[in-house]
Every structure is written in C-alpha cells, then in structure tokens.
C-alpha cells in the first residue's frame, strides 16, 4: 500500500510538472505571437504618418486603394497558405510588408477623423483587445462553438459592405459598425484560444513562421476590431 501510494503521489507529481511546461510553452509562444503583432502595429502606425506627412505617397494612398487591396489581400493568402513551407525570415518580411501597406491604407483615417479621436479610439480598442485576449487564455469553456457564429457574422459584414458601396446607407454602416465591435472581439478569445490550442497539438513545436501568421491573425482581429470602434465613436472632421 504504501508503495502504491508513492507510486500515485509521484504520478502526481509527474502530471502537475507536465502541466507547468504546457502553460510555459503556451506562454512562451503567444508571447512571440503578440512580439510579432505588437512589432507589425508599430510599423503600421509609423507608415502611416510617413505617409500622412509626405503628399506624394498620401495621394497614391488615395488613389490606388483598391489595388493596394488587393496586394494586402494576397499577402494574407500567401501567409495563411504556405506558412509550413516558408522559412522564418521569408514569413517575417511579408508580414513587414503587409504591416507597412496597411500603415499607407490607413493613412487616409486622418483625413476624415479628428486626430484625438482617432488616439482615443485605439485605447479604447487595446481595452477591449486586452480583454478579450485574457478571456481566450484564462477561460476554461471551449470557444470552438463560437467559430461558426463569427464567421457567419464576417461573411455578413463582407455582403453589407460590398452592397453599402452602391446604396451608401448610413443606417447600414452603422449596424456593420455594431456587428464588426462584437465579430472581431469574440474572434480575438476565439483564435488566442484556438493558437493556445493548435501549439500544445504541434507537440509544442511551433516554428517561427507559424508564430507570425498566428500574429497576423491576431492583428487583423485588432485592426477590424480599431475600424469599428472608429466608425462608431471617431470624430469627423469638418
């Protein structure tokens, strides 16, 4: 019996260190992954004023977006998809790169919102991100059934705005302002959450690469999340 017992308190004891190294490999790599968020949204944020301050690249800004768009949104696919064949550094410059473009995007922000408003909006926004992000760590529901919901919510503020673009219905962006605040915050539990997930299901191998498209992932939900808020509380100027 007592070797039974000592043989059960060491197993123990063998689970509860296990679990330690899980939650410091957890730690240790979303801690990479908002390294790299945090590095991408500097960079956006000092493109942005390069750009507001230099007229020639404010006025390519102004009128190429769509084709700047779509370079954006080819940078995404390209992450997202060949992320186990890229090396860390290939990863990391077009994440640099798509960071930088979306500063130049941005740019024009200035140009229809108070500067104030726009600095108030991005507190209120990393509030509300930090929130979110200590939810998805700490909770111990699953978030998984939340997938379904938000993406459902995305594709349909991604209709509204394609057809807000012809009917320009200032009741319509309103409530894709309402829905974009509730879809980016629950998708920010929701993937810190599921990046927790899919490292402990790597055998806690992620490589760099992957850390930077969990990093772009996140930066996205940060971004939409910011643009909501703006479109609700941001103040026009005159």
Request: glycine residues 10%; charged residues 10%.
């Amino acid at each position: 019996m007592a070797w039974e017992s000592s043989g059960g308190w060491q197993s123990g004891q063998a689970g509860a260190v296990d679990d330690v190294l899980v939650q410091e490999s957890q730690r240790a790599f979303m801690s990479r992954v908002h390294g790299w968020m945090f590095a991408g949204l500097a960079l956006t944020g000092v493109m942005a004023m390069v750009t507001l301050a230099n007229e020639a690249l404010l006025r390519v800004a102004v009128q190429n977006r769509m084709a700047l768009f779509l370079v954006q949104l080819g940078v995404v696919f390209g992450l997202s998809f060949l992320a186990p064949r890229l090396s860390g550094p290939v990863a990391a410059v077009m994440f640099a790169g798509y960071a930088a473009l979306t500063g130049v995007t941005l740019s024009v922000i200035f140009l229809i919102y108070t500067a104030s408003s726009i600095g108030q909006v991005f507190f209120i926004t990393a509030a509300t991100y930090g929130a979110m992000a200590v939810y998805g760590t700490v909770t111990k529901k699953d978030l998984s059934s939340w997938g379904t919901f938000l993406f459902m919510g995305l594709i349909g503020i991604l209709i509204a705005g394609v057809v807000n673009i012809f009917i320009k219905s200032s009741a319509v962006s309103f409530v894709m302002a309402c829905a974009g605040v509730l879809v980016f915050a629950g998708l920010t539990a929701y993937d810190v959450q599921k990046l927790r997930q899919f490292h402990a299901g790597t055998g806690f191998k992620s490589t760099t690469s992957v850390a930077i498209v969990g990093a772009l992932t996140l930066y996205l939900d940060f971004i939409n999340l910011f643009l909501s808020l703006l479109r609700l509380l941001g103040n026009r100027r005159d």
